[in-house]
DNA sequence: CTTACGGCCTGGGTGC
DNA sequence: TGCACCCAGGCCGTAA
C-alpha cells in the first residue's frame, strides 16, 4: 500500500478491540485536533442512532481532542460560535462517538482520494481532507452525546482494564457467579476486552474459559488481571491485531497476530506443553483454549 | 437480581 | 459457475 503525505489512514479491519482501537486513536489524535468540520455527508446511515443529528449539529465545530472509552472511540468537538458575553458561557461540548464494530473503518484523506466501497459517512474538514467512516457490515455505531450527558453514557460501561486496580478487579469480578470468560467479554464488566484478548488473556493466566468467577482463587483473579494488563500492554505497542489488512497510520500492519498463543489456533500444538489447542463455544463465542494448562472447572473439584 | 441462550443485523469467505 | 450456509460482536427479549 502505497502512503502519500496528507494521507493518514487509520483503519482497523478485524475484530477491533481495545489495542486496535487504541492504535486508530492515537493516529486520529495525531491528525484531527485543531480541525473544524465543515460539512458532513451520509450514505447508509442504519449504524447511526439520530442521522439527521449529524449534519445539524457537527458543522462548525472544532475537533479539539480524540480519546478512547473501552472499544469506543470518542472525537470531542468545541463550538465556534462566539461566546456572547465577556466571560465565555461555557461552550456546548458534543462527543461524536464511534463504534467500529467488526469492519468499521476511520480514515483521514485529500477529499479528492477515491471512495473505498461501503464507506458511509464523510466529514470534510477545513483543511481539505476528509474524515470517512467505511465499515462493510454496518455493526458498528455511531452517536453524538452532549458532555451534560456523558456519565450517562459512561454508566453503561465498566472500568477500563488498564486502570483498575487488584482489589477492584477481584471484587468486581470474583463475586459474580458467571463463567470467566463471558464476564471478561462483558463490556458492562470491563470496557474494551474481546474475543482474541479474552483467550489470550485466560491461557497466560492458566484459567479455563468456562471457569466460574466465584470459584477462582484470589491468585488466580490477581493473575488474570495481571495477564490481562501484559497482554493489553504487548498488544497496542505492536499496533493491534491485523488479521487482514489493518494498517496503522504509517501504513504499517499490526503485528500481535504472530504473537497469538491459542487464538485460532484450534488443533495446533500448545507453544506452553504441546497439546492440541481445542474450541469450544462459551458464552456464545467461540474459546480457544489447551485443555492441558487451562483445566476444566470442576473436573477435579475436591 | 443474576445468568443463559437464541435470534437478529450484514456480507465475505467457504465448500459443495 | 452458482449458491446455500457459516460466522463474527453487540444488543435485546425471554426464560429459568
Redo the contacts with the bound molecule.
Keep these: 500500500m502505497i502512503v502519500r503525505p496528507g494521507c493518514a489512514i487509520f483503519l482497523a479491519a478485524t ?1 477491533p478491540e481495545l489495542p486496535e482501537v487504541e492504535t486508530v486513536v492515537r493516529g486520529l489524535r495525531a491528525s484531527l485536533p485543531g480541525r473544524t468540520i465543515l460539512d458532513v455527508r451520509l450514505g447508509k446511515s ?1 449504524f447511526v442512532d439520530d442521522p439527521s443529528a449529524l449534519g445539524d449539529c457537527l458543522p462548525g465545530t472544532r475537533i479539539s481532542d480524540v480519546t478512547r472509552l473501552g ?1 469506543f472511540i470518542c472525537i470531542v468537538l468545541e463550538s465556534l460560535e462566539k461566546s456572547l458575553g465577556p466571560e465565555s458561557i461555557s461552550a456546548p461540548r458534543l462527543n461524536l462517538i464511534i ?1 467500529l ?2 469492519t468499521g473503518q476511520l480514515t483521514v484523506r485529500p477529499a479528492s482520494d477515491p471512495v473505498a ?2 464507506t458511509h459517512c464523510f466529514f470534510a474538514l477545513d483543511d481539505g481532507r476528509e474524515l470517512r467512516y467505511t465499515d ?4 458498528g ?1 455511531m452517536l453524538i452525546v452532549p458532555e451534560s450527558r456523558m456519565a450517562e453514557f459512561l454508566g453503561h460501561l465498566g472500568k477500563e482494564p488498564l486502570q483498575i486496580g487488584p482489589d477492584e478487579f477481584c471484587r468486581d469480578l470474583g463475586s ?4 470467566i470468560k ?1 464476564l471478561l ?1 462483558d ?1 458492562r464488566v470491563l470496557r474494551g476486552i ?3 484478548y479474552a483467550d489470550e488473556s485466560l491461557f497466560r493466566s492458566r484459567i479455563h474459559p468456562a471457569q466460574i468467577a466465584e470459584n477462582l482463587g484470589k491468585k488466580q483473579l490477581l493473575a488474570l488481571r495481571r495477564a490481562v494488563r501484559e497482554i493489553l500492554t504487548a498488544a497496542i505497542r505492536l499496533r493491534g491485531s491485523s488479521i ?1 489488512d489493518y494498517v496503522d497510520a504509517n501504513g504499517k500492519r499490526g503485528e500481535f497476530q504472530q504473537r497469538h498463543r491459542v487464538y485460532q489456533r484450534t488443533g495446533k500444538s500448545c507453544f506452553r506443553c504441546r497439546g492440541k489447542i481445542r474450541r469450544v463455544i462459551v ?4 474459546s480457544h483454549f489447551c485443555p492441558r494448562c487451562q483445566p476444566a472447572p470442576r473436573s477435579r473439584e475436591k
Design positions: 475484530m442504519d472499544k463504534h464494530g467488526m466501497p461501503h462493510i457490515r454496518r455493526f455505531r459474580r457467579r458467571a463463567r463471558a467479554l463490556q474481546g474475543n482474541i487482514s458464552a456464545g463465542r467461540s
